[in-house]
């Protein structure tokens, strides 16, 4: 056996432990399904009208547009006109605003189903409090690991890590919240039975810009997210969301229950 053979096989490695339940690895999976046709019959929805505003109504007799792609008049014709989503990317790829919407709303229902099963498999497994909310420890630590996160310098431990922890909270109940309430604020049918809510975020248009926004953070989320398991290693990572078990680096001590 050559010296590479003799050092994989004397290459140590941790116990496999079995971290994810299987509420949490079918959530998983369905939220990232049901993000991929939100985004996308989403961007179909925004290239109708692809204005955001701040405030209740939205028009020509108007001033509160804060991001408008369009066509603007001069001396040499119209220019301006952008489209930053081509129809490749949108659900449907061509233009039907009815369809998108029909495959928005079912999605975002799902969504929203998936979010409470979730958090009560969660509150019940002790998911929520052993993985989700982080604590004073976790907050010191933070900056350290923040700092090992940049490096790639990833650690695979039994436990979520503090800048896992706290992106995850953030992620879970704050931009899945927003992105939700503030979709439910854009619907006529729920503004005759809950009025409220318009005046929770400020207006229709203010939570379409709001609505626009967490759908942007949930992005760089996701890009970030792929980049890390990426770097952590694809096939533990998988794995662990697939089956549940998931490989330890080396060091940690075997306990009762986990694989060598």
């Not at 939205?58 to 081509?86: H, K, M, W, Y």
């Not at 449907?92 to 799902?110: A, E, I, K, N, Q």
């Not at 609505?211 to 760089?220: D, E, R, T, W, Y």
Request: aromatic share 12%; proline share 6%.
């Amino acid at each position: 056996m050559g010296e590479a053979g003799k050092w994989r096989r004397k290459r140590a490695v941790g116990p496999l432990v079995y971290r994810q339940s299987l509420a949490t690895r079918i959530t998983h999976w369905v939220w990232a399904i049901c993000l991929f046709f939100l985004l996308l019959s989403g961007l179909q929805i925004f290239n109708a009208h692809p204005t955001l505003y701040v405030g209740e109504q939205s028009g020509f007799e108007f001033d509160n547009s804060v991001l408008a792609i369009g066509a603007v008049n001069s001396p040499d014709g119209p220019r301006g006109q952008t489209r930053i989503f081509p129809g490749a990317l949108t659900i449907p790829s061509y233009r039907d605003l009815g369809t998108g919407r029909v495959v928005h709303f079912f999605f975002g229902w799902v969504f929203l189903g998936t979010m409470l099963v979730w958090f009560v498999a969660s509150l019940v497994q002790g998911h929520l409090r052993r993985d989700i909310v982080p604590g004073v420890a976790d907050l010191k630590a933070a900056p350290g690991d923040l700092v090992d996160h940049a490096r790639f310098r990833l650690h695979n431990n039994r436990t979520y890590g503090p800048v896992q922890k706290i992106t995850y909270f953030i992620v879970l109940f704050v931009l899945f919240p927003l992105i939700v309430l503030t979709g439910l604020s854009m619907s006529p049918g729920l503004n005759a039975a809950w009025p409220w809510m318009l005046d929770l975020f400020g207006g229709r248009q203010t939570a379409r810009t709001l609505h626009f926004g967490a759908m942007v953070l949930l992005v760089l989320f996701f890009v970030v997210h792929i980049v890390m398991v990426l770097a952590a290693g694809p096939v533990n990572e998988l794995r662990s969301m697939v089956t549940g078990w998931y490989r330890l680096s080396a060091g940690h001590p075997k306990l009762k229950g986990d694989k060598p």
